[in-house]
């Protein structure tokens, strides 16, 4: 079954205590993509990867850092989480471009820093 | 920059209502426009999209046409099921900006009996 696995589901941490979100898909997609979904802002672009080795910035990267050394594996890092990182979570990928084909995205992993 | 605004909800209808949800754009260039649809503890599903003006997206009796001289693609159906009962977002990609989809906040949509 084609999917996105995003793992943990659910987490709730401490200021300061790095943590990783991790994101692997199976659809051999080229390009994936970290969210974050806020109350009343919707969904934010976090970081994107076009490809292996291939990561930018999105429109709210402080605070996180990501790497893509496999096709199929995106991690999303907090290297010092602090608590207006509490938010939603999603990961996404697509065959190219977001726009060109349908984002798959995960189911989400919702973060609570306290 | 690009923009997305959509309608505020929560949008509460009785099953078999017409459902409209409103979403206008903001955006230099040609976008493609999408509505996405997010039910309860899932990510985010495809619901159609539309990617020049006066094209018509469909899927699932959800209708949206993209109307460039409005800047508009509202989200219509014409009888709504519980089953529809989800979070609804309106995006776009710009011809400039291929890494990336734009979203609006989300439209809240409850179906009663």
């Known amino acids: 079954e084609a999917q996105v696995t995003q793992n943990p589901r659910y987490l709730i941490t401490v200021t300061g205590k790095k943590l990783t979100v991790t994101c692997s898909q199976n659809?051999?997609?080229?390009?994936m993509s970290w969210y974050r979904q806020d109350p009343g802002l919707g969904l934010r672009q976090i970081y994107y990867?076009?490809?292996?080795?291939?990561?930018d910035k999105g429109d709210v990267p402080e605070g996180y850092k990501v790497s893509r050394k496999e096709k199929r594996n995106f991690p999303l890092i907090l290297e010092s989480p602090s608590p207006n990182q509490t938010s939603l979570y999603f990961c996404?990928?697509?065959?190219?471009?977001?726009?060109?084909?349908?984002?798959?995205f995960g189911d989400g992993t919702r973060l609570s820093i306290l | 920059g690009d923009s997305v605004t959509q309608m505020e909800g929560p949008v509460t209808l009785s099953e078999e209502a017409f459902l409209t949800i409103n979403c206008t754009y903001t955006?230099?260039?040609?976008?493609?426009l999408f509505w996405y649809v997010q039910y309860p503890g899932e990510g985010l599903q495809l619901l159609l999209k539309?990617?020049?003006?006066?094209d018509k997206g469909s899927n699932k009796g959800f209708e949206a046409t993209y109307r460039k001289e409005t800047t508009s693609f509202h989200l219509e159906k014409g009888s709504v099921q519980v089953s529809d009962s989800a979070v609804y977002f309106c995006?776009?990609?710009?011809?400039?900006?291929?890494?990336?989809?734009?979203f609006g906040t989300g439209t809240r949509l409850q179906v009663t009996l």
């Open positions: 996404a990928s697509s065959l190219g471009g977001p726009g060109n084909q349908p984002q798959h």
């Open positions: 659809m051999n997609h080229e390009y």
């Open positions: 990867s076009m490809n292996v080795e291939v990561t």
């Open positions: 955006a230099t260039g040609y976008p493609s």
């Open positions: 539309a990617t020049k003006a006066d």
């Open positions: 995006a776009l990609r710009n011809t400039g900006t291929a890494s990336k989809l734009t």
